[in-house]
Structures are given as C-alpha cells and as structure tokens.
C-alpha cells in the first residue's frame, strides 16, 4: 500500500485507531484477531519478551495480545506487567503476587477483576488509566495512584486498600461504591491527587467505611486533599452525581508534621450526605503547644480540621458534631446506598489516641 492509497481509503473510511490499525494489517499480510467469543488469556513470561510486558505477544500462552476482543480475559498467575495499551477485558485476575503497572493507555474491566488469592497491586502512573467494575472480595488488592487515572464503575465490597499521591482517584462512578472492610485502608498523602467521585448520570457514588477501617491524611506545605465531586475530564464539565460517605466508626489518622505553625483549617470530606462516625481518631506531628478540633458536620456534610496557632494550646485533640446525621434520610437513594447491609452506627464519642511522641513518654514512665 501506498501513501497514497492511504489518502484515499481515509477518505472513503470513519477514521479511527481500529479502522487504520486493520488497514495496515491487511496491506502487509498480518492476521487479524478476530475470535466471535471470548479467550482467557494467561500471562507467561518469556526472556525473548523482556518477561514483563503485556503488549507482546509471545508473553501471553496463545500469542495474542489480549483486549481486542472485550469478551477476552486475562490471568496474569501472579506475575509482574506492565502495561501501555488500550484494552477492554471481560475479567482480570491477578493471582497471588500479581502486580500490574499502567504507565500509559487505559485498561478497562467491564467484568470482574479477581485476586483469587493472597495479594496482589496495582500501580497506576504517569498517563496510565485503570477501570474496573468493582473488585470481588476474594483476596487483598492494594491499589497504589501516583499519577494518571483509576475509577471503579461498579461495586468494591472489601479487600482493597488505596495509597493515593496524585492523580485521579475515582472511587465510584455514578451507580458504583466503594466499600472499605475491616483492616482496610484509605491512604492519602499530599495534595497532588483528586479523590471521590465523578460521573454524569446523576445516580449514588458512595464511599462506606467499616469499623476497623483506616483513614489517613498526610499534609504537605499546602495542606490537606479533600475527599469530595470533582471533576475528572472523563464525564463532561462538571460532576453529575449523588455523593454520600458512611464513616462507618472507621479509624481517622492526620499527619499534620508538614503544616505551618500558623492557625488554619483544612476540609477532609465535603459530599452530598455525610452519615456515621470515627471510632477513632489519631494526629501526627501537632505540636504539644497546639489544639486541634476535629468536626464532623451533618448540616453541611462536612468532616473539617481546625489547628490553632503553635503557642496557643497545650496538644489537645477535640471533637465536635453538628447537626443530626438522619438528615440524609431526605435523600432516600443516598440513604439506601450508605446503609444497606451496613450495619447501625454507634454515636459513641471517639477514642482519642494521642501523638506518637506522647504514647512514648507515657510508656517510659
């Protein structure tokens, strides 16, 4: 083929990446994959291949990239990928010691994504993007964002942790939830990433956390992210969706070692509707000359930090609860997505675990 016959099959053709991808194939003899029904595709690394990446062929057992066909699913048998494609799967499993990094492309599971068992993680940097219809709970899945995109459009019921420093962390889609288990972990570090919610079907994105579940925020020189809507670039201009979090007495730990010494407040959760409570809450690095109030508000649905001046308070850490958190029942979705199948909450005060530095002198003397 020609350059020319290019222009003219361009012209007679809706351009898109497929169309041009099976143009060339043809004009140099390539076999084209087109299998009518799905494949499992298992990961196996071969030496000739590098061993660990996913878009050649001779790594995978049938010497086909998988994706091209969105009924195909993979088995990476717990092995290390990296990833910079674009595919849409039927199911991903990891296997135990599986670990997938997306550097760049987007991988979509439209089915399920397994760990089947022990431990596995994701990795999502530098332009990579990872989306997933839920994650069953069959495993421990450690989804690990520094960059790029990760969005779960379906349901996550336990046995994922996150560890956020940038990027975009989407934890539901309109319609979807993510639910962390005892044990679980919702890490943020910074302020570089976006974390919460996104879409534009106007349904519930909830985020509920269980009792045992752990909620961290590490400052840096600009303060504090903030879990709430925000707009990712992949649903229009704005977020069209219903946001809730169930606090669930999940536990609240703040490191606020980066913070200047001057008084401020920082904004922690900001959604739609704000149910449950912290069983309890832990900070890092306040001075022993500084108070700290923690307060989850109903009325504005709000989870806020407020530090006074260094010089100004003797390290005490406070709680204060506004409003009634059975407002959210005026939203009857909302509602019905934070609560279902999760238990009552318990309006007990929080245990207050004091600084690291505290916990040491007390045990010496």
Known sequence: ATGDDLAEYLKHNEFNTDSLLAFFKDAF????????????????????GGGIRWDNRINWDSEVVPGQNALDSVDLRGNFVNYAANSTLKDLTFGDGGELTLFSGKLTVEGQTFVGTGMAEVNVVNAGQFWTNGVAEDGSLVVDIDAGRFANTGEITG?????????????????????????????????DADVGFDGDTGETAVLRLSEGSNL????????????????????????NVQSGINLGLSDLQIDVTALSGEASEHVLISVDELI??????????LDATRDAEV???????????????????????????????????????????????????DETAPTLVADEDEVLELNAA
Do not use: C, K, M
Request: hydrophobic share 35%.
């Open 29 to 48: 003899g390539v076999e084209t994959y087109t299998a009518s029904a799905g494949t499992t595709h298992s990961f196996v690394p071969d030496v000739l």
């Open 159 to 191: 046995g994922v942790s996150f560890d956020v420093s940038g990027g975009d962390a989407i934890l539901a889609t309109g319609g979807a939830s993510t639910t962390l288990g005892a044990e679980d972990t919702l890490n943020i570090e910074g302020t």
């Open 216 to 239: 961290s925020f590490t400052a840096d020189e600009n303060g504090l992210e903030t879990i709430e809507e925000f707009r990712s670039g992949a649903f229009g201009d704005a977020p």
């Open 276 to 285: 449950g409570g912290f069983g309890g809450i832990e900070l890092i690095g």
């Open 295 to 345: 307060v989850i508000d109903y009325e504005t649905d709000t989870v806020s930090l407020r530090l006074n001046a260094v010089g100004e308070g003797t390290g005490l850490t406070n709680v204060t609860t506004l409003g009634d958190e059975n407002d959210a029942q005026a939203s009857a979705a909302l509602w019905e997505a934070l609560t279902s199948g999760h238990g009552t909450f």
